[in-house]
């Protein structure tokens, strides 16, 4: 079992920065591969970038990439998402996502077995 506690969100003007958090309880949490999600009002929960157990492999949707990038810290058992160039069209609720999983990283909202609560992210034009 793994809980998942995401932050840093926040209201941040066009343009801007922000670095979110997901901070997991127990052990094991290098043995996770690990991804962020967003969802908008009134908008399905998308795919936003994945990482696998050891860092060294990493996706992203094709809107972020250039702008955010995903890494974590197996020491400290955290995943974060860097997020510059923010555009209104990021505003979301961020979530963060866990795989138990050494193999690959994943896409699908389905392919994660354990998610947070969620950080909203509001990006002011």
């Known amino acids: 079992q793994v809980q998942l506690v995401e932050s840093g969100g926040g209201l941040v003007q066009a343009g801007g920065s922000l670095r979110l958090s997901c901070a997991a309880s127990?052990?094991?949490?290098?043995?996770?591969?690990m991804g962020w999600f967003r969802q908008a009002p009134g908008k399905e929960r998308e795919f936003v970038a994945a990482?696998?157990?050891?860092?060294?492999?990493?996706d992203y949707t094709d809107s972020v990439k250039g702008r955010f990038t995903i890494s974590r810290s197996n020491a400290k058992n955290t995943v974060y998402l860097q997020m510059n160039s923010l555009k209104p069209e990021d505003t979301a609720v961020y979530y963060c996502?866990?795989?138990?999983?050494?193999?690959?990283?994943?896409?699908?909202?389905?392919?994660?077995?354990?998610w947070g609560q969620g950080t909203q992210v509001t990006v002011s034009s």
């Open positions: 990482i696998n157990w050891s860092g060294t492999t990493t």
């Open positions: 996502a866990a795989r138990y999983s050494t193999v690959a990283v994943y896409t699908r909202a389905h392919e994660y077995d354990y």
């Open positions: 127990g052990r094991t949490f290098s043995r996770y591969a």
